[in-house]
């Protein structure tokens, strides 16, 4: 199932929590040999997981409540990884709006069999959110190669510059928030909009006004 847990929530779930940030390091750093920083217990964090970002992560939670996939989301209106450091792949425009908001990290836990799955869960998820709470995009920085899986998935970003470099082609992309895009993720993903809708409400109980998630 699918989860949107803040980071200062993220103590109510520890192990959930754990192995995410050890996915992410088999995913950034073993597999695609990013130049991210793996902490001795073997988790990857980074400056955009900071308590005081207080980021909000959405995960998919398998049966034995670790994971199996995430991302992670950040209003523009604050710090973000495209602002501080990929700015030069949005010709230096740097994107700030209340109603634009970062999606970074996606990642899939390499022990899961229905990966294809999990990503639909995931975006279809980002999507839903984005339009309860009113967004118009999400912007987000990606493994170039992802581009293939998001237009399979239904929700194809518009590629805004791409950076070759050591660690491999990294990309900036705008996925525009729709009800269309939601449709179009719901009717590829296998699940209904009463999953999508059980998943938000479980989390938030109630639709939060957007000046509540952007402080």
């Given at each position: 199932m699918i989860r949107y847990i803040?980071?200062?929530?993220?103590?109510?779930?520890?192990?959930?929590?754990?192995?995410?940030?050890?996915?992410?390091?088999?995913?950034?750093?073993?597999?695609?040999?990013?130049?991210?920083?793996v902490d001795d217990s073997g988790a990857e964090r980074d400056e955009y997981d900071a308590p005081e970002l207080n980021p909000l992560y959405i995960l998919w939670e398998n049966e034995e409540g670790g994971h199996g996939g995430s991302m992670r989301i950040l209003p523009t209106t604050g710090a973000t990884m495209v602002a501080d450091h990929f700015s030069h792949l949005t010709d230096g425009v740097t994107i700030t709006s209340p109603l634009v908001w970062e999606c970074t990290r996606f990642c899939i836990s390499p022990e899961v069999a229905n990966g294809h799955q999990v990503a639909s869960a995931l975006m279809l998820a980002g999507c839903h959110l984005g339009v309860e709470f009113g967004l118009s995009d999400s912007i987000g920085v990606f493994d170039a190669r992802m581009v293939r899986i998001y237009r399979r998935l239904g929700w194809e970003p518009q590629v805004l510059g791409t950076d070759h470099s050591a660690d491999g082609d990294i990309s900036v992309g705008l996925w525009p928030i729709t009800e269309a895009a939601r449709l179009q993720l719901l009717a590829r993903s296998g699940f209904g909009l009463s999953d999508v809708e059980g998943w938000f409400d479980a989390s938030f109980r109630a639709a939060l006004p957007l000046a509540a998630i952007a402080a």
């Open positions: 803040y980071a200062a929530d993220l103590h109510r779930f520890p192990h959930l929590a754990r192995t995410m940030f050890e996915d992410r390091a088999r995913q950034f750093k073993d597999r695609l040999n990013w130049s991210v920083t």
